[in-house]
């Protein structure tokens, strides 16, 4: 394992396959940021995608481990940062998940999951079947987890290092 540096941060990317040469455009289109390589800083939550999504394969979860130098990524990238579930991340989500390619403008993204405490708000929302401010209010009793999307190859290869995968 890699010693890690202050402007380094350990991530991670859970699933079933060994990913030591991560490819951004592997995958599907329609997901929260666009088509790219999601990893996330919260270990446990990679394991529950793992997890998850060994079950649904019928193979063996494993967890990949990266080291990521995101200042670097920040400082050359073009990026966007969404701090907390709100109306800016919401249009962004709902725009991506109907196929807008919005996430096509960044290098790397990274934010709360429309995961399971608020996938039916998005959902709802999108629907039409609730508005933007009760939206709004329901998605503002929630603190996000994290989630990064890397959509530029040449910044992924950069600054994502391969650094192991256990298996679970």
């Known amino acids: 394992m890699g010693e890690i540096k202050m402007n380094e941060v350990i991530v991670y990317h859970g699933g079933t396959d060994i990913v030591e040469v991560p490819i951004c455009k592997f995958g599907r289109k329609n997901l929260d940021f666009g088509q790219g390589f999601y990893v996330t800083d919260i270990r446990k939550q990679a394991l529950e995608w793992a997890i998850l999504t060994a079950d649904r394969r ?3 979860p494993v967890l990949n481990r990266y080291i990521l130098k995101r200042d670097n990524i920040l400082t050359e990238g073009h990026c966007k940062l969404f701090k907390a579930y709100d109306r800016d991340w919401l249009e962004f989500i709902v725009a991506s998940r109907r196929g807008q390619l919005v996430a096509d403008a960044y290098d790397y993204i990274e934010g709360g999951v429309a995961n ?9 929302y999108m629907l039409g079947l609730m508005d933007l401010d009760t939206a709004l209010g329901r998605l503002s009793q929630h603190q996000p987890n994290n989630q990064m999307c890397l959509l530029s190859q ?8 391969y650094d192991g995968t256990e298996t679970i």
Not at 154 to 161: F, M, P, Q
Request: charged share 40%.
């Open 58 to 60: 019928k193979r063996e």
């Open 154 to 161: 040449g910044i992924t290869d950069k600054y994502l290092i």
């Open 116 to 124: 399971d405490r608020v996938v039916d708000t998005v959902n709802l």
